[in-house]
């Protein structure tokens, strides 16, 4: 079935420092797919999407690209701050239906 | 910008009580969802809501579970007797449309605690 695989936290960085989180998934068909954030005491937050295959999502200095081939979704920041500190949800849409799957989260701290 | 609200943000209640989470979504929004996620691991779908009737449920959403949306503005959670497995934080989500590409915005949480 549809699933998502997000690598382990946490992720520990000096701030500037460049960040790759991966996500890799399994889906019927092409579904949307997301990343949502989780600041320490808050809810999950769209980060950002992409639609379709090869398109990139994008917000706040971080991007993903939608790689049919190899079916992933790896969240990147070019230099992270102290403010990026949170965990990270991968998530796609179940087959057919509007219910979410998240990936495990992962953990990003980052340090000054 | 508009914002998903939930309340309380954390609920305490004995074993065998009943609780209520409710939860306002955004105004113009159309569908509703609960999601939980027991403390270090996934967030789970629990149920989805449209047009005053559970759109669809997870193996979780037993008999213990409903929801209800008694307003205009509200959606409600209701665990009838509460188990401490239950004990999570719980989520909930609105969109605007439905298809794969919408994406649904999260309140806050309420974390339910049961001792």
């Known amino acids: 079935g549809d699933s998502v695989t997000q690598m382990e936290g946490p992720v520990t960085l000096s701030e500037e420092a460049f960040l790759t989180i991966n996500c890799t998934y399994t889906?019927?068909?092409?579904?949307?797919l997301f990343w949502y954030v989780q600041y320490p005491g808050e809810g999950l937050q769209l980060l950002l999407k992409?639609?379709?295959?090869?398109d990139k999502g994008s917000n706040k200095g971080f991007e993903a690209t939608y790689r049919k081939e190899t079916t992933s979704f790896h969240l990147e920041k070019g230099s992270v701050q102290v403010s990026d500190s949170a965990v990270y949800f991968c998530?796609?849409?179940?087959?057919?239906?509007?219910?979410?799957?998240f990936g495990t989260g992962t953990r990003l701290q980052v340090f000054p | 910008e508009p914002e998903v609200t939930q309340t309380p943000s954390h609920q305490v209640t004995q074993m065998g009580q009943e609780v209520i989470l409710r939860c306002v979504p955004i105004?113009?929004?159309?569908?509703f969802y609960w999601y939980r996620q027991i403390l270090g691991q996934k967030v789970e779908f629990l149920v989805s809501?449209?047009?005053?009737?559970?759109?669809?449920k997870s193996e979780i959403f037993d008999d213990q579970f409903s929801v209800e949306r008694p307003d205009g503005s509200n959606f409600t959670l209701k665990i009838r007797s509460t188990k401490l497995e239950d004990s999570a934080m719980y989520f909930c989500?609105?969109?605007?449309?439905?298809?794969?590409?919408?994406?649904?915005?999260f309140g806050d949480g309420t974390r339910l605690s049961i001792l």
């Open positions: 105004s113009n929004h159309l569908y």
């Open positions: 989500a609105s969109s605007d449309n439905l298809g794969n590409n919408q994406p649904q915005h």
């Open positions: 998530a796609l849409p179940f087959y057919n239906t509007d219910k979410l799957i």
């Open positions: 889906a019927t068909g092409y579904p949307s």
């Open positions: 992409a639609t379709k295959a090869d």
């Open positions: 809501f449209y047009n005053n009737e559970i759109s669809e």
